[in-house]
């Protein structure tokens, strides 16, 4: 799927809407994003996660280092990602921008 947005030039509209999420890197056929966080809002942003990841279908990997909170979504179809992958990472983008 695609939207054409100038005359001759196609771009795919997933990775326009992630264009749109500072912070988070494409690599592969995942995306991720680290942020700096306490103990108590890492805590938080995982339980919302959690819970918006099972209401999507998306199998986030979540890990704590150094202070750091380390989130990666990978595709699970044909390496590509879906609107649900996207979506949790805006998700994620929203609570974290609640927290600080």
Do not use: F, N
């Amino acid at each position: 799927m695609g939207v054409v947005w100038k005359r001759g030039q196609r771009r795919d509209y997933l990775s326009d809407a992630l264009s749109q999420l500072s912070g988070w890197l494409h690599d592969g056929d995942c995306i991720r994003r680290t942020l700096l966080l306490d103990d108590a809002q890492h805590a938080i942003l995982t339980e919302r996660i959690q819970i918006a990841a099972e209401a999507l279908g998306v199998r986030p990997q979540i890990r704590r280092l150094d202070g750091r909170t380390q989130i990666q979504v990978c595709s699970e179809s044909d390496g590509r990602l879906t609107p649900a992958e996207v979506g949790l990472a805006a998700r994620v983008e929203a609570v974290y921008q609640s927290l600080s």
